[in-house]
DNA sequence: TGGACTTTGTGAACAAGTGCACAAGTCGGT
DNA sequence: ACCGACTTGTGCACTTGTTCACAAAGTCCA
């Protein structure tokens, strides 16, 4: 009933859903459909209808008893909620591999994005045309960050160099991190950081695998082994 | 003082932090060191000691009081809960931007896994060179599966070719996917499933950008908050 | 207008995960 | 032997997350 969404704080599991049902809501609006039942969307994410209207229910009662949710209000309201209603700029740093597959993806512009600025340390690099980027030095980091007014930075250095990037960025006034370097970093208490760790997934995975046969049917429950958490939570320096 | 893990279950959040726990074992390795305490290893993982001690008793007690634990001892238990006794063959599907960077990637060797096959739908892409291996065409990926062995797959196809793939996977005998296409995959039941969305995780960080300055010192814990799960738990087809 | 049907929103039970705090071992020195 | 310093292993309280199940609210149609 609220229209106001009060002063609910929205759980962080609940957090980590939102981009999946807005993901899930593009493709109803895609497709034209205008309201779709939390059953329907539980399908679309791969979720359950009943933690999909829990979780619709800390942004506000938006939902038509009966009907369904409107697919294109609600996708504004989740946009809103998770800063999505302008383009974020992104600037990657370490532009080897990894960082050239990431500079080269156009899948971050459809969904909030845009990779701005790519940096390297390496001056055989610096100068180089990725895209249509061209590769900046790391020494001039902090001026990038500043001049463009980048708040969110994607670490594709070796592991070495990812705590020492850290600190820079940071020091640039970087204010969320995604790391892909599979090293411990911290960083002080303001400062959002997430990782993107391949071996532990498939390590993982693994895991399971090993349990093969006998994992099935544990708990009873119908959910597949590998779940939650790849990405530890991190604490301040 | 039980020599032996007895018949516990591993609770999910613990497996997802044994590679975490791993990796900076590893560290200690090759430093020399022979114990650690949790205190240290729970620095060197990024976590807290309670809980380092307490997932590493789901393995049984292996610690000595008074000293810590000794270090190739604890890895050998960690590598041998992993599965990672034995190098993983790995399968990539879809050989693009990704793909490719994934292919050349050296850092899955040294945590048990090794890429053994590149699978591409593209005619024009069959037959091409990457690094060391030459790719093949998704028409053999049945008989590549089986004839490897390979247990373990990894998806990085567009998102609307994943679900296809991921069913020729599991029918040829895959029975643990990671999958990169920002799409939901459903798999049978005893298949394991995770998912890695950049996507979404920037999505999460910028939700608490969005927060940003009000949401430092909430609940009063120092944590930093894009934490918990970027990979949501994939129920059986 | 009314009644059958659909779907939301949420309280409450349950399950999982986290962190504290401390007894019980272990060690090295004396 | 004993002591003091140190560190594990874990019971317990607490927090967070998930699921159920149902009343309330709305639609649709006759
Ligand atoms: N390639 C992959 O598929 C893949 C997969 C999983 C994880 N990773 C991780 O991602 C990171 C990058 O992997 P990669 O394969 O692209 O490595 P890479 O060696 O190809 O590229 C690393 C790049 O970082 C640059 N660099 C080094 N130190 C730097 C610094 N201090 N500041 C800025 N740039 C610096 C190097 O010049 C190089 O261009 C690594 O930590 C790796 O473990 C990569
Ligand atoms: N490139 C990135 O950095 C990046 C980042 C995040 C997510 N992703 C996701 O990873 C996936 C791959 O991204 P990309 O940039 O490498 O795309 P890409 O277009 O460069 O490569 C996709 C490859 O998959 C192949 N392919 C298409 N259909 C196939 C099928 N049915 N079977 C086997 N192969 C098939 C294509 O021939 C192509 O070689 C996409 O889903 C993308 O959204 C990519």
């Known amino acids: 009933m609220a229209d106001r ?3 609910r704080r929205i759980p962080e599991a609940t957090v980590t859903r939102l981009p999946l049902y807005y993901r899930a809501l593009l493709e109803c609006a895609d497709r034209g459909t205008e309201t779709v039942s939390s059953e329907r969307l539980a399908e679309l ?3 359950n209808a009943a933690k999909v209207r829990k979780d ?4 506000g009662s938006y939902g038509t008893r009966g009907v ?11 946009s809103g909620e998770l800063g999505l209603t302008q383009d974020w700029p992104v600037v990657i740093v370490g532009v080897g591999n990894l960082g050239q597959a990431l500079a080269n993806y156009h899948g971050f512009g459809a969904r909030g994005f845009r990779v701005e600025a790519l940096v390297d340390a390496d001056p055989a690099k ?13 020494d001039d980091l902090a001026e990038v960050v500043a001049e463009r007014g980048i708040r969110i930075a994607i670490i594709a250095t070796p592991a070495p160099a990812a705590q020492e990037v850290a600190g820079l960025l940071v ?24 990782k993107v760790d391949l071996a532990t997934e498939l390590q993982i995975l693994s895991f399971y695998q090993a349990e093969q046969g006998n994992w099935s049917g544990r708990k009873g429950s119908k959910r597949a082994p590998g779940s939650s958490s790849p990405v530890i939570p991190e604490v301040a320096s």
């Open 56 to 59: 619709l229910s800390y942004l």
């Open 126 to 138: 610096v100068g180089e045309q990725v895209g249509e980027l061209a590769v900046e030095s790391l």
């Open 5 to 7: 969404p009060a002063g």
């Open 171 to 194: 020091a640039a006034g970087v204010a969320s991190i995604l790391n892909f370097a599979p090293t411990v970093v911290s960083v002080p208490d303001g400062v959002s950081l997430r």
């Open 68 to 78: 369904g949710y409107e697919v294109e209000f609600l996708l504004g309201r989740i």
């Open 45 to 47: 994410a791969g979720m």
